[in-house]
């Protein structure tokens, strides 16, 4: 059974920072993409960014180009999401997801989620 694992959500001012953590519990063999969604009150779930793990390639969406930073964690079986310059419009459940490859990752359909962890940007 693949769980992931996300931490590192809290309450943050407007401006700030922080830095999400995913950690894949049970090894999925084929999870070379990590990615991270969001789900904005009232929003649907959309792509934040995601990690093509053996190329080290990374994807950004627009919103996220420039202020997020989505990498390889210093085990083999995390991916970090650093946050900077926090808009209150960023306030959502931030998920990571696990899938065998970063195509039309945006779009979400990934076989393995984590539960989500909660960012408030006031």
């Known amino acids: 059974h693949v769980q992931l694992v996300e931490s590192g959500g809290e309450s943050v001012q407007e401006g700030g920072s922080l830095r999400l953590s995913c950690t894949v519990r049970?090894?999925?063999?084929?999870?070379?993409?990590m990615a991270w969604f969001r789900r904005r009150p009232g929003k649907e779930r959309e792509g934040v960014a995601a990690?093509?793990?053996?190329?080290?390639?990374?994807y950004y969406a627009a919103f996220a180009q420039g202020r997020f930073t989505i990498s390889q964690g210093p085990a083999k079986n995390t991916v970090i999401l650093e946050m900077t310059g926090l808009k209150v419009e960023d306030t959502a459940e931030y998920s990571c997801?696990?899938?065998?490859?970063?195509?039309?990752?945006?779009?979400?359909?990934?076989?393995?989620w984590g539960k989500g962890t909660q960012v408030t940007v006031s």
């Open positions: 990690v093509y793990t053996p190329a080290s390639m990374t």
């Open positions: 997801a696990a899938h065998t490859s970063c195509a039309s990752w945006y779009e979400g359909s990934f076989p393995y």
């Open positions: 049970q090894y999925y063999m084929n999870s070379n993409c």
